[in-house]
Every structure is written in structure tokens, then in C-alpha cells.
């Protein structure tokens, strides 16, 4: 990474966490559905990055969240999860060789971007909301948050790329 | 030896996701149960202070309807002096020098949540306000938690909408008593569960505190008898909709009793010497 880089990386890690605790988790749209759209610096961090960073850093974006959100480790632990698993969804969406290929998430095409958003989000929300919970009597209510804050969170990821997509 | 090292080096990254995230699990499940949040919780230097600077923009949307509030909780306790001088006949007690278990310290609450399982709410008073854990917390309608971690300026509090909270309450025409949890349903009702059969109970009944612990005094309301049914082992079990409003939290009081630690030695005292 190169100077830029690393201070647009740092940016974007404070903005988001800030973003997150002040506004999105007040959302509470008809009673529970939020959108975390703090993953979008683990979606969108170079590609041919630092795999031990990015475990470093999603371990601590996560943390930063639980610390405003009294809520243990549960981000912690869904940001490593899908920080670590993010070069299998990489390979899954872009092709074998997305790192030879230099893509950007920002034109890559429409499906295979749709492909990886959507893996990483789901993967996300389920161990976020396996943890919160944290029982299977109530598998119901974690299908249902998983599946609602899901579609919220990709949408309002898409919409964000959309408007820092640089035309060029 | 090289070859051990040469595994480290090509695992790193699983070593340090595992280890990690062992890490998130281990607080994760330390979340979960009272009293065992003191390493990680939003009652810091950090978080705390970036709380209270949105709590001071957000204050001023809310000052009407606050105004509104704290006028109705005047002549709610107008009314309550009104009949006490009737009663004493003139002689009206000096305050400052009436005798009273409870202190109440006012605090502003500058974070909140209710869309989780386990909600919990920061406020603007800690240790250095002589607030300390296992406190009652009240607004002027009702309950709203318990004081679980404080640190000097701020503290946290288990809000009855967590389903770790159990708050012995009981019908307030009779003394059968249960205690209040939560389902995780609605931020607005709560179950009072184990009320013995004999009860008479009828929707519309009001709740309230039981006076039984150390954390709430008797007599403070919770909310009214929602719906009943008869549970498993022949015991009520009570939807009780909550006087507080929990999505909409502002001022709170928290309630000191004097005699808690009195109280409390004692009992570990004669529990140690059976």
C-alpha cells in the first residue's frame, strides 16, 4: 500500500465506526432491523493487501463497534470471521486469479460484485446475530434479523459504493 | 525446530484468526452474564465521551417534551405533599432533616438500546456521583434497570428489556410476588412470571416493585396486567405493559439505599454460618 492509501484506509475506518455508533444503530427501523454498514471497509480494503492486516484491522473495527455497543466481542468475532474468509469469497465471485487481474470492487461487473457483497453480509449478520443471541430457542428471531438486516446492510452497502465510485 | 517454524509462518494468519477470535468469543460470552462486563463495556474514557457529545446536540430536540414531563411529575408529587400536610395537621417536616433509607441522584442517560436480547443503557453519573453497582434505576414513571458497571463518570445499566433481568415485582392489591422478565418480543412488554394461583388477578392490575431486595424500594410502579395465562407447574404468568417508555429515555434517577450494605452484610453473615 502506498501513502494514500493508507491514510484514505484510515479515514474510512474512523468515518465508518463514528457512522455506525452515532447514527445507524439508532436506526431501529420497525423495531430491530439495522444496517451494518461498517463492513464495508473489510469489503472494499485492497485486494492485494495484507491478509494479516486485514485480520488485525477487522479485529479491531469490530472491537471499536462492541465497545460503543456494550455487546461483548460479537462484532469482533464476525469481522474476523468474514475478514479471514474474504480471499474464499474473492476467488468464489471475481475468479482464480482477481489478484493477477488487479479488479476493483468498484468495476468489477454488476453480478460478480452483487456475488461478493452478498457473501460477505450474510456470513456476517448470521455469526453477528448467532452470538447476540446466543441460544437456538430462538433460531426464529436470528433467521429473521439475519434476513432483514441483511437486505438493509447490502442496499445501503451498494448505494455507498455507488456514490464514492470514482469515474475514471 | 525449522520445520515448526516454517508451520507458524505459513499459518500465521489462521494462528491469528484463531487466537483472536477466541479472544471475541471469550468476551462475547462474558457479555452474557451479569456482573462480568468490566473489561469491555461503553462506561469508558473513549466511548463515554463521544456519547455525551451527541446526548448535548440531542438534548435540545427533546427540551418541550421534557418540560412537559418534569411538570407532570410536579404535580404528581404536589398533590403527594398536599395530602401528607393534610395528615400531619400544619406541621409540615423539615425536609433536609427528615429521615430516609433511599438518596436519589439524577443522571442523564446518553446511550440506549431495545431492538437486542440483552439491552443496556449508559448514563452520565459514575463512581465519582457515589453511584455503584447493583443500583436502582427509575424514571419518573417506573423502572427502567439495574447499575451492572460504573466507572468514575459514567455507568451501565441492565435495563429491564435484557433477558438476564430478573426484578421481583408483585400485584399491587395483593402481596403475591414474582419476578419480571423479558421475551425479547416487544420493547413495551414485559412478563411477570410464577405468580401463585391463588392470586386474583385481572387485566388492567397494576404491578409494582416488591421491596423484598436491596435495589428498589416498595411501591414503585412497573405497568398494567396486559393479558394472563395459566402456565405448566399452575402458576400465572403475566404480560405486564410497561409504564416506562424504554425507547425514549432521557432523565433517570438512580436510587441509593442507605442500608443496602447493612443489609446485605448481614445476610452473607448468617449464610456463612450455616
Keep these: ?168 | 525446530m525449522q520445520q515448526i517454524l516454517f508451520f507458524f509462518i505459513r499459518n500465521k494468519n489462521f494462528l491469528l484468526f484463531a487466537v483472536l477470535f477466541l479472544f471475541s468469543f471469550v468476551l462475547t460470552v462474558q457479555s452474557h452474564s451479569f456482573h462480568s462486563t468490566k473489561f469491555m463495556s461503553s462506561a469508558n474514557f473513549l466511548s463515554g465521551g463521544i456519547f455525551t457529545f451527541k446526548t448535548n446536540i440531542n438534548t435540545y430536540f427533546g427540551l418541550e417534551e421534557e418540560n412537559k414531563k418534569l411538570i407532570q411529575e410536579n404535580v404528581f408529587l404536589r398533590k403527594e405533599l398536599e395530602a401528607y400536610k393534610m395528615d400531619a395537621a400544619g406541621k409540615a417536616p423539615d425536609t433536609s432533616t427528615l429521615h430516609s433509607k433511599y438518596r436519589f441522584i439524577d443522571a442523564q442517560v446518553i446511550n440506549n438500546s431495545y431492538s437486542k436480547t440483552k439491552n443496556i443503557l449508559t448514563i452520565q453519573k459514575g463512581a465519582s456521583d457515589s453511584v455503584s453497582i447493583d443500583m436502582g434505576v427509575i424514571t419518573s414513571n417506573g423502572i427502567v434497570g439495574i447499575v451492572n458497571n460504573v466507572s468514575k463518570n459514567y455507568a451501565t445499566v441492565q435495563s429491564i428489556l435484557n433477558t438476564n433481568s430478573q426484578i421481583n415485582a408483585r400485584v399491587k392489591n395483593s402481596n403475591h410476588f414474582g419476578s419480571l422478565t423479558w421475551d425479547t418480543k416487544k420493547p413495551n412488554v414485559a412478563q411477570l412470571n410464577d405468580i401463585n394461583r391463588l392470586a386474583s388477578v385481572k387485566v388492567g392490575d397494576t404491578i409494582i416493585t416488591d421491596g423484598k431486595s436491596t435495589i428498589f424500594p416498595e411501591g414503585l410502579f412497573i405497568g398494567t396486567i396486559k393479558a394472563f395465562e395459566l402456565g405448566e407447574n399452575d402458576n400465572y404468568n403475566l404480560d405486564v405493559q410497561l409504564f416506562t417508555d424504554m425507547t425514549n429515555l432521557k432523565h433517570v434517577y438512580v436510587i441509593e439505599n442507605k442500608d443496602a450494605e447493612e443489609i446485605q452484610s448481614l445476610e452473607k453473615e448468617s449464610e456463612d454460618e450455616q
Design chain 1, 1 to 168: 500500500m502506498n501513502n494514500s492509501e493508507i491514510i484514505s484506509n484510515v479515514f474510512r475506518f474512523i468515518i465508518l465506526v463514528l457512522l455506525q455508533v452515532l447514527i445507524l444503530n439508532n436506526i431501529n427501523f420497525l423495531g430491530y432491523i439495522n444496517p451494518y454498514l461498517y463492513i464495508l471497509f473489510i469489503i472494499v480494503f485492497p485486494l492485494n493487501g495484507n491478509k494479516s492486516l486485514l485480520i488485525i484491522l477487522s479485529f479491531l473495527l469490530g472491537l471499536s463497534i462492541d465497545l460503543f455497543g456494550n455487546s461483548g466481542g460479537i462484532h469482533a468475532a464476525a469481522c474476523l470471521v468474514i475478514a479471514y474468509l474474504r480471499p474464499l469469497f474473492l476467488k468464489f465471485s471475481f475468479g482464480v486469479s482477481y489478484e493477477y487481474n488487479m479488479v476493483k470492487v468498484n468495476k468489477a461487473p454488476l453480478t460478480e460484485r452483487i456475488t461478493y457483497i452478498t457473501l460477505m453480509v450474510l456470513l456476517h449478520h448470521l455469526i453477528l446475530f448467532s452470538l447476540e443471541i446466543f441460544s437456538f430457542s430462538h433460531i426464529l428471531l436470528l433467521l429473521k434479523s439475519t434476513l432483514f438486516s441483511s437486505i438493509f446492510s447490502i442496499v445501503l452497502v451498494f448505494c455507498t459504493l455507488l456514490l464514492f465510485s470514482r469515474k475514471s
